[in-house]
């Protein structure tokens, strides 16, 4: 498509827009423009660059870099004085998604799309959905916070939800490459920032909502707001939302959209999704789940803890089902998912004992995650843990005191500290662990933190790893350096000799 066509497609769609076309323009009307990008250190010859203003950079600036590597037409919001053609609209970064939807050819519109929303579980819901619907001959793509998988490639993941430049570059890939679905994680931030427009959605899921992102959103008011526009606002044809509501939020989004909505629950058998639990282990759990107008109940075997991860299996279930899955399939789906990523990911150490790796790095998250793994403990619990820099400074006492609480064992270490002073933070947390009287040490350095809680190790304790999942790297005030917990786990071990089965 040339910077003509797509001009011409762009003045029909729900974008207000002016061309500008400068007297000394570089561009030739038959030009294809290849892409659109957002970065500019993604620009390469044949793309339009979107200069998005953001919260520490303003991409007009470097419109002229982009134009030198070989940018061919800019989406902005003012005229620049570079001889590119310019596409101007009041807001780039909510009108980016709607110009890259058009220069892609609407992969949405080729797709069922299905969203996942709310503070704790996405991650995990999605991949339980891919391999339910994978499982039942659908080739499904995923956008998340570990992973983007167009269903050729995966790549590590920039942000839980694709800048709407990129969000429609996947999609495309994801029809080039023969996916019938999508499955993404759609972060609050997106939602409030735009960043899925130009996008529609059939599915969408409610996991629940609790503190975090406050730093942002301001209020749990505000927050909520954010969500329930998904449901308010992006859904299309046909729609269904699968919506907890064992969650305070959740029951309020499912009594909205009462028409629209399956409900699934771990509390409330009235459900349309119910499930019970029989059995549980550090292997997994046994699960007996109800169906709508089932008149038998199912029984399998999930192989994973906590009853959030129940809650998690019951959305992936429901969604599922909304969409012509049946219950067998759905089940057997779950019981031969592979491990999530840095979600209560368990490796177990040769005559040593367990150690769980996982993302949670808020409050509610880390002790769901300390919860669940209370009952199947049959020594001590043991927790690494810390909290992220310039973010939310009120949830670090509350982290400590729900780690002091429910472990027997805290290690207090760095997270990602960005540019505040790791020892600063930790001392905040402190705060919170003190209250309990438990026995805690402080351990700055992260890699020291996690040698530390294995050399304490014994057979029949679990050691925890809280905070990072699978980020490949550690944010420090001079940027990020190379640095993956479990990678420090195996590192450990081959020191030691030890073998791992994961």
């Known amino acids: 498509m040339n910077y003509r066509e797509l001009f011409a497609c762009v003045e029909k769609s729900p974008v207000s827009v002016r061309m500008h076309m400068p007297i000394q323009g570089t561009l030739k009307a038959e030009e294809t423009i290849t892409a659109l990008v957002s970065d500019s250190r993604k620009v390469e010859p044949g793309v339009l660059f979107a200069c998005v203003r953001g919260e520490h950079f303003d991409g007009h600036a470097f419109a002229a870099e982009a134009m030198e590597k070989g940018a061919v037409a800019l989406l902005c919001e003012r005229i620049l004085d570079v001889p590119l053609p310019q596409l101007i609209c009041s807001d780039v970064r909510r009108n980016m998604g709607l110009v890259a939807a058009e220069l892609y050819k609407h992969p949405a519109e080729q797709l069922t799309m299905i969203a996942?929303?709310?503070t704790n579980g996405k991650t995990t819901s999605a991949f339980m959905v891919k391999s339910i619907l994978e499982r039942a001959g659908i080739k499904t793509g995923l956008l998340g916070t570990v992973v983007y998988?167009?269903?050729?490639?995966t790549e590590d993941?920039?942000?839980?939800?694709?800048e709407a430049s990129d969000l429609q570059y996947w999609l495309h890939r994801m029809v080039r490459?023969?996916?019938?679905?999508?499955?993404?994680?759609a972060s609050s931030h997106a939602i409030d920032q735009g960043r899925i427009d130009g996008v529609t959605f059939d599915r969408a899921g409610f996991t629940n909502l609790t503190v975090e992102h406050l730093?942002?959103?301001?209020?749990m008011d505000n927050y909520f707001q954010a969500?329930?526009?998904?449901?308010?606002?992006?859904?299309?044809g046909n729609w269904n939302a699968c919506i907890c509501v064992d969650d305070g939020y959740g029951m309020c989004l499912h009594d909205e959209f009462a028409k629209k909505s399956e409900s699934y629950s771990l509390k409330y058998n009235t459900a349309d999704f119910f499930a019970?639990?029989?059995s549980s282990s550090i292997e997994g759990q046994e699960i007996e789940v109800s169906f709508p107008r089932a008149s038998a109940k199912k029984c399998f075997v999930l192989p994973m803890i906590g009853d959030y991860n129940v809650l998690n299996a019951l959305q992936?279930?429901?969604?599922?089902?909304?969409?012509g899955v049946s219950g067998d399939k759905c089940l057997e789906g779950l019981t031969h998912m592979p491990q999530v990523p840095g979600r209560l990911e368990r490796y177990f150490i040769e005559g040593v004992g367990t150690v769980v790796v996982d993302f949670a790095h808020s409050p509610d998250a880390l002790e769901k995650v300390l919860r669940a793994l209370r009952p199947v403990c049959k020594g001590r619990l043991i927790v690494a843990f810390g909290a992220g820099g310039d973010r939310d400074r009120t949830k670090r006492p509350i982290m400590g005191a729900a780690a002091a609480s429910l472990a027997d064992y805290s290690i207090i270490t760095s997270d990602n500290p960005r540019s505040e002073d790791p020892a600063a933070i930790v001392r905040e947390i402190e705060v919170g662990t003190k209250r309990f009287g438990r026995p805690y040490e402080i351990i700055v350095d992260r890699r020291g933190a996690i040698y530390s809680g294995l050399d304490m190790l014994e057979p029949d304790d679990i050691f925890v790893i809280a905070g990072k999942g699978p980020e490949p790297y550690q944010i420090l005030k001079d940027g990020p350096i190379p640095f993956l917990d479990k990678g420090v786990v195996y590192d450990w071990c081959r020191e030691h000799g030890k073998k791992v089965r994961e």
């Not at 998988?149 to 490639?153: E, F, I, K, R, S």
């Not at 490459?177 to 994680?185: D, F, H, I």
């Not at 969500?227 to 299309?236: E, I």
């Open 116 to 118: 996942l929303t709310g």
């Open 149 to 153: 998988d167009d269903g050729a490639v």
């Open 157 to 162: 993941a920039d942000h839980t939800t694709p």
């Open 177 to 185: 490459n023969g996916c019938k679905a999508c499955v993404m994680e």
């Open 215 to 219: 730093d942002y959103h301001q209020s």
């Open 227 to 236: 969500k329930r526009k998904l449901f308010k606002s992006y859904m299309r």
């Open 276 to 278: 019970a639990i029989k």
């Open 316 to 323: 992936a279930i429901s969604l599922a089902w909304t969409l």
